[in-house]
């Protein structure tokens, strides 16, 4: 039989609770956490329960005797169910926690039938302006917000206790493959200065176009596929592409992998060698967990629903989003700025949700390209909302080269041949001595040290490599 929705509310137990408050005041203290204005949905309960926060809250004791003087319209049957209970009260602070979880079921399952009524109505309502896909998006983020509102039992924790726990992570990450306490990202030099990628961290990778952003992202996802791939708990690590399709960066993986150049595979001028080398790289990789996303306009919030999805069926260790400035606003704010506040806001927060580190790639001004160093600073965020505030890691990818290349000097009119030749002499060494360099720059870390690394970039298969690595290839 289908109950009614007056059936989720229990006056009896309400009374009870207050009456423990009146008897017990210091229960206000040592459940605060639990009590909350939602649990009464008796307005009179709840009026009565306002007045005992107010008084605890001054310091001030009130009992059933004098209540009535600060709500004068209180019924007299309240009052005499209150005194009852307040006299048959035995002292136990577990029954009386037990009948505050009675009333939050109480409250959730409210909440749950409010949000199901408004949202059957809306669905059975074609005036709605809402498409079906936005009505299943906000049910889907209506439904995960009320399952996480039920809060856990922590308590008070000794220093023995947590420092314990501290020695069984660092024992954890000592076992672990390279020793640290996060994702392993491939490179060494970076693990050493992250421990590895953290859990909750929202990872900020920027630089400008063509500086290998999309690569050094792929390249450190597909490390980390491979080390879960060797891990007993077989994690995976999921790329939301907003820019390329997954089929491009499937591409760009194969010639990393097989070494065979990217504009060859794109071409298929593959010959004999090439091609048994590429079945061999696809033999060797095509098991790996890692999953492409290639959805374009996507929100935070989509986001958020389809991780629950995946991340239950697929143990997502890492996020990858490529990038930042192509996800979409949940709403229009009065300027970009703005929205990209509440992007990376939300980026955090789904970080700190699913306890996984997430990469978003981003993108940075043009102002970069009017100084004469053009490695990015943090400063060069702050155009583009609270980036550098909200992220745990903030790192950089810089290629002289990329520059270089494009500032070939010119003859000036007035100017010697030996003057023009010296001067590109200088910039033909330089360019050989940079060529393949890179350097990524963390200009941030909320709970480390900052430094600059440097990679080796090879251009040909959009491939970076640590230098240490490179150097016994």
């Known amino acids: 039989m289908q109950k009614s929705f007056e059936s989720l509310k229990d006056n009896d ?12 005041p210091d229960f206000i203290d040592t459940h605060l956490e639990y009590l909350d204005n939602s649990l009464f949905a008796n307005a009179e309960n709840l009026k009565i329960f306002n007045v005992l926060q107010d008084f605890h ?24 169910e209150l005194s009852l209970q307040i006299d048959q009260i035995v002292f136990s602070e577990n029954i009386f926690s037990n009948y505050l979880e009675t009333l939050q079921d109480l409250h959730l399952r409210r909440e749950l039938f409010k949000i199901t009524q408004n949202k059957n109505n809306e669905s059975t309502s074609f005036e709605t302006s809402n498409n079906i896909k936005d009505i299943f998006l906000d049910l889907e983020k209506k439904l995960f917000d009320l399952s996480n509102l039920k809060k856990d039992n922590y308590k008070l924790r000794d220093f023995a206790s947590v420092t314990k726990s501290s020695l069984q992570l660092i024992e954890k990450a000592f076992k672990k493959k390279g020793k640290y306490s996060g994702v392993v990202s491939g490179f060494v030099d970076l693990d050493n200065i992250l421990g590895g990628l953290q859990n909750s961290d929202l990872i900020i990778l920027a630089g400008r176009p063509s500086m290998g952003k999309t690569a050094l ?8 596929a491979k080390y879960f791939s060797q891990d007993d708990e077989k994690g995976s690590v999921v790329m939301f592409s907003l ?4 089929e491009q960066i499937g591409l760009r993986i194969l010639a990393e992998q097989s070494r065979i150049p990217s504009d060859k595979l794109r071409k298929g001028e593959l010959n004999e060698k090439d091609s048994l080398k590429l079945s061999n790289t696809y033999k060797e990789i095509n098991n790996l967990n890692f999953f492409f996303d290639d959805s374009p306009n996507i929100t935070v919030s989509e986001l958020r629903s389809k991780l629950r999805r995946y991340k239950n069926n697929y143990n997502i260790k890492l996020i990858l989003i490529d990038y930042l400035q192509l996800i979409k606003p949940e709403s229009n704010k009065d300027n970009r700025v703005n929205e990209l ?6 980026l955090k927060q789904l970080a700190k949700e699913f306890d996984l580190p997430v990469i978003s790639l981003s993108q940075l001004s043009r102002q970069v390209e009017n100084r004469d160093d053009k490695r990015p600073l943090l400063s060069d965020l702050r155009e583009s909302g609270s980036i550098e505030q909200d992220a745990d890691v903030v790192m950089f990818i810089f290629r002289e080269s990329y520059y270089l290349q494009r500032n070939e000097p010119i003859r000036g009119s007035d100017e010697t041949q030996e003057s ?21 720059i963390v200009a941030k870390q909320r709970n480390g040290p900052t430094g600059k690394i440097e990679l080796y970039f090879d251009d040909r298969y959009t491939k970076f490599l640590g230098i240490e690595k490179n150097a016994s290839n």
């Open 13 to 24: 137990i309400e009374i009870i609770v207050i009456a423990y408050l009146l008897k017990h």
């Open 57 to 80: 809250k001054s310091q001030k004791n009130i009992s059933i005797n004098t209540i009535k003087n600060y709500i004068p319209d209180m019924h007299s049957k309240t009052h005499k």
């Open 217 to 224: 992202a792929t390249n450190i996802a597909f490390n980390a």
């Open 243 to 246: 820019e390329m399709s997954a």
């Open 341 to 346: 506040s509440e992007i990376t806001r939300n």
């Open 420 to 440: 023009y030749q010296k001067k590109h002499d200088s910039w033909k060494d330089r360019n050989e001595e940079v060529f393949n360099k890179a350097e990524l």
